[in-house]
């Protein structure tokens, strides 16, 4: 598995990098092998494996399921059974086995930049998050984790039905403050996507500054808030709504697409980080405040023209970096004009279809979902702005 980070702007909004599901690599099948070869492993597979691989069709409806049966196979086969199946990450994705998917990794030599750090940040192992950071410090991401093993945990943890938040202990009224907001972020979600969210939403207040990574394993996000003031512990809130967005809508996505959703889709993350946004502002009844403020900073850049637009849809994790361009808060923008011209109701069943998608990319998905071409939107978008 590869690492799943990324850095934004303003610390307090994350950049939620794509899921890709436990199951990959149970699934992944040797591409030299001959067609025949396929046919007869694909029959080899025992009843677990496709069991799972049914069970995995809706992680999160089944989430409780696949652990039992997860759990049961792991009794009686041990571990060398996920190990030989090359299926271990599925490990990862439970508290209950997330000890023994370190163990495995680290006996199978895993190159896991980032992935095996968060998950040891998790059980609060924070010799190994260092030892961790030691080994992937040449990555060009290493930095956002370059705190991470200095976290005390206060040894609590803020549940409700679909949140958890564990917490530095140095962070602790703000963890608690972020919690009074719990109410209204459950009845929010569950108003906007009932019947479709994640067992857990899971958060971690770390105690230090910066961009905050996210585990989708375990669907843990980590906030940085050691400089946040109290006063801001709403925009936490709003965050968490915002992940929730990302998380539900590609679970959904990657039931009902014959394409995979790929870590790397650019013209996906433009969609994506903008509708999160839109979403979170609604949640933080900022909507006309905020989209006053994107519009005006999207109609600067028009009038510029020097800022190629339809980079946002090729080369949205190059631009990520670029700190001359807010990208999100374009991909905001533009999210608004897309609700606005085809309506609320359309605009969000675009990331929550019901039935299957034909397409063979998201691009050409999006495209015939709109009869209009991204770039043709973008064109609209900016003529808009400065009319
Ligand atoms: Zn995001």
Not at 69 to 79: I, P, T
Not at 356 to 376: C, H, M, P, Q, R
Request: with cysteine.
């Amino acid at each position: 598995m590869k690492s799943y980070l990324a850095m934004k702007k303003t610390k307090l909004f994350i950049l939620l990098p794509l899921l890709i599901y436990s199951l990959v690599s149970c699934k992944e099948k040797n591409k030299t092998q001959e067609t025949t070869d396929k046919v007869q492993l694909d029959q080899k597979k025992d009843g677990y494996l496709k069991r799972i691989d049914q069970l995995n069709i809706d992680f999160f409806k089944n989430h409780n399921e696949i652990e039992k049966v997860v759990l049961s196979k792991l009794e009686n086969e041990g571990s060398e059974y996920f190990i030989e199946n090359k299926c271990y990450d599925i490990l990862a994705r439970f508290e209950s086995t997330l000890e023994l998917y370190c163990q495995i990794c680290e006996k199978l030599n895993i190159d896991n930049t980032g992935g095996l750090l968060t998950s040891y940040l998790h059980l609060n192992d924070t010799a190994n998050v260092k030892k961790q950071y030691e080994l992937m410090k040449d990555d060009e991401n290493a930095f956002i984790y370059k705190e991470f093993h200095k976290y005390r945990d206060a040894g609590k943890t803020l549940e409700s039905k679909y949140i958890s938040i564990k917490y530095d202990e140095r962070v602790e009224a703000f963890a608690n403050a972020v919690f009074t907001h719990v109410n209204d972020i459950e009845s929010f979600i569950i108003q906007e996507w009932d019947g479709l969210l994640p067992p857990k939403i899971r958060v971690i207040l770390i105690y230090s500054d910066g961009p905050g990574p996210y585990n989708p394993s375990l669907n843990e996000t980590f906030l940085p808030v050691k400089s946040t003031p109290i006063s801001n512990s709403f925009q936490v809130a709003g965050s968490i709504v915002h992940e929730t967005f990302h998380l539900v809508n590609l679970n959904l996505l990657e039931q009902k697409c014959k394409f995979e959703m790929d870590n790397d889709m650019n013209s996906f993350k433009f969609l994506d980080e903008g509708s999160a946004q839109l979403i979170e502002s609604k949640f933080m009844n900022k909507f006309k405040e905020n989209r006053a403020e994107v519009d005006e900073y999207s109609k600067s850049l028009v009038l510029d023209n020097t800022f190629d637009f339809n980079g946002l849809k090729t080369s949205w994790f190059e631009l990520f970096s670029n700190p001359d361009v807010h990208i999100y808060s374009l991909a905001y923008s533009f999210a608004y004009f897309l609700e606005e011209k085809y309506g609320e109701e359309k605009y969000k069943a675009l990331f929550l279809p019901t039935t299957k998608i034909t397409e063979d990319s998201w691009i050409a998905y999006v495209e015939n979902y709109f009869g209009l071409s991204i770039d043709e939107l973008i064109e609209e978008w900016k003529q808009k702005r400065i009319e």
